[in-house]
Each structure stands twice: as structure tokens, then as C-alpha cells.
Nanobody, 123 residues
């Protein structure tokens, strides 16, 4: 079956960098656009970034543009999220997902989801 497994989340101080990984199995990874979302307590699940199947196109939420970078390695079936200059408001559970729908920002566009990894930023 399809599995997306996120890793790399931890407690960090504000201002540092952190890179999340998402390892995929059970699907033709190179055929899927991939995305990262986050879910903070009391808030809706929020789109963060997306990358096309080839890696040639990336798209970011305004809230993280210029601080976060999404990338992928199709040979390793892995997508990454590099997060720089972390802020307390970046605290959330971060999820990767494989897109099958149209809108990059829409939760409903993503068919497969990981279990998430917790990122906590202390100020």
C-alpha cells in the first residue's frame, strides 16, 4: 500500500533552520506532484508548498515564501522541505501529500497523506 513517512520534525529555537523529509513507497513517485501542509492547534490545515513531478515547478504559500524551499529526489522517492528563519508561528504538525487533483493549495486535491511530523519553534 501507499506510504508517506515524514521525518525531521523536532523542537528548535526561533531563527534556526530545519529540513523535513518525506519518504514515499507503494506508488509511482515520479508520476505525482507533491505538497507540504501544516496543521496548528485551533487552525485549519494550511497549504505550505508544492512541487511538480519533475521538480521543475514549485509553488509556495505567501506565509513561507522566501523562507521555505521544497525539493525532491525521484531516485530516492523523497520530497524535502527546507525551513529557514523559523518562527514561533511555524509550530505545527507538518504533512506531506501526493497530489491527484487540480488546485495545489487545496487539501482535497491530495490523494495520499503521511502521518505528520511535529515541528515546535520556541521563541
Amino acid at each position: 500500500q501507499v506510504q508517506l513517512v515524514e521525518s525531521g520534525g523536532r523542537l528548535v529555537q526561533a531563527g534556526v533552520s530545519l529540513t523535513l523529509s518525506c519518504a514515499a513507497s507503494g506508488l509511482a513517485f515520479g508520476d505525482y506532484d507533491m505538497g507540504w501542509f501544516r496543521h496548528a492547534p485551533g487552525k485549519e490545515r494550511e497549504f505550505i508548498a508544492a512541487i511538480s513531478w519533475s521538480g521543475g515547478f514549485t509553488y509556495y504559500a505567501d506565509s513561507v515564501k522566501c523562507r521555505f524551499t521544497i525539493s525532491r529526489d525521484n531516485a530516492k522517492n523523497t520530497v524535502y522541505l527546507q525551513m529557514n528563519s523559523l518562527k514561533a508561528e511555524d509550530t505545527a504538525v507538518y504533512y506531506c501529500a501526493a497530489r491527484s487533483g487540480i488546485a495545489y493549495e487545496s487539501v482535497e486535491s491530495y490523494k495520499y497523506w503521511g502521518q505528520g511530523t511535529q515541528v515546535t519553534v520556541s521563541s
